[in-house]
């Protein structure tokens, strides 16, 4: 009898232990860090239970020869922890930002609905848009 209960006693211990190791791995080891930049789209608190802040960074390059030549823009989808940061973010919307953050596994409700999490504000910058630049709109007949 002390036996089959030292083996189920054996069995939860490493049931637990995997259990643990597999929260740990999916929501709090951090799989990647680096530095995004671009033009800051919006920033938004928002969640129905958790409310968390969620924010756009529109990334622009160039198309790569499969996909054509032009202009593309990728978006970088991230959240905040730190109201800090939020608040600051949300004094540049429509400027170029560069942003440290964090890369996980999962995510969790209370930390955002992105696997990124940002951190820290690198620098801020106007945005080309607002740059002393000419804009050039075509004319319908170009179009």
């Not at 030292?6 to 049931?15: G, M």
């Not at 978006?75 to 996980?104: H, I, P, Q």
């Not at 940002?118 to 075509?138: N, R």
Request: proline share 2%; hydrophobic share 45%; charged share 20%.
């Amino acid at each position: 009898m002390k036996t089959s209960t030292k083996v189920v006693s054996f069995i939860l211990a490493i049931l637990l232990l995997a259990a643990a190791a597999f929260v740990y791995f999916k929501f709090y080891f951090v799989l990647g860090e680096g530095v995004k930049a671009g033009e800051l789209n919006q920033i938004v608190y928002k969640g129905w239970v958790w409310k968390t802040y969620e924010g756009r960074l529109i990334q622009t390059g160039f198309k790569g020869a499969k996909q054509g030549s032009g202009i593309q823009s990728n978006e970088f989808n991230f959240s905040v922890v730190d109201k800090a940061v939020a608040d600051s973010l949300m004094r540049c919307s429509g400027k170029n930002v560069e942003l440290k953050y964090k890369e996980y596994n999962g995510m969790l409700p209370w930390r955002g609905m992105q696997h990124y999490i940002v951190y820290e504000i690198l620098s801020v910058g106007e945005s080309a848009a607002s740059s002393d630049l000419p804009v050039v709109v075509p004319s319908l007949e170009e179009i």
